[in-house]
């Protein structure tokens, strides 16, 4: 079986960043997109989501590493500075490198 490597960024941020972190995704030519509401703690205390405009969402996107790299460039310079956010990339592996 062969696999690719490829990079997997990953943005948590305010349910309020909702609209601009897909748009920004849009902006940088990123077609496809996992997102869903989650919850946790950190600095900040706990964010339980129990009301949805005030809680988190988690956004996966699987791309190449020039473009994860411009991913991470944009939202650290138009986005983190306006909504409480953290993002990382990770290296993984996929099977069907033309999907991204």
Known sequence: MNTHPMKRVTVICE???REPVLRLL???GI?????WEVEGAGAWGRRTGDIPEFG???????LQPA???RL???LWGDLFPKFA???YETDI??????KF
């Not at 592996?93 to 033309?98: E, G, T």
């Open 31 to 35: 077609q496809g997109w996992t997102l």
């Open 93 to 98: 592996r996929v099977l069907r490198p033309a």
């Open 67 to 69: 473009a994860a790299d």
């Open 85 to 87: 956010m953290v993002a």
């Open 56 to 62: 988190n969402i988690q956004v996966e996107i699987i």
């Open 72 to 74: 991470l460039e944009r």
């Open 26 to 28: 849009t902006e940088v």
């Open 15 to 17: 349910a309020l960043a």
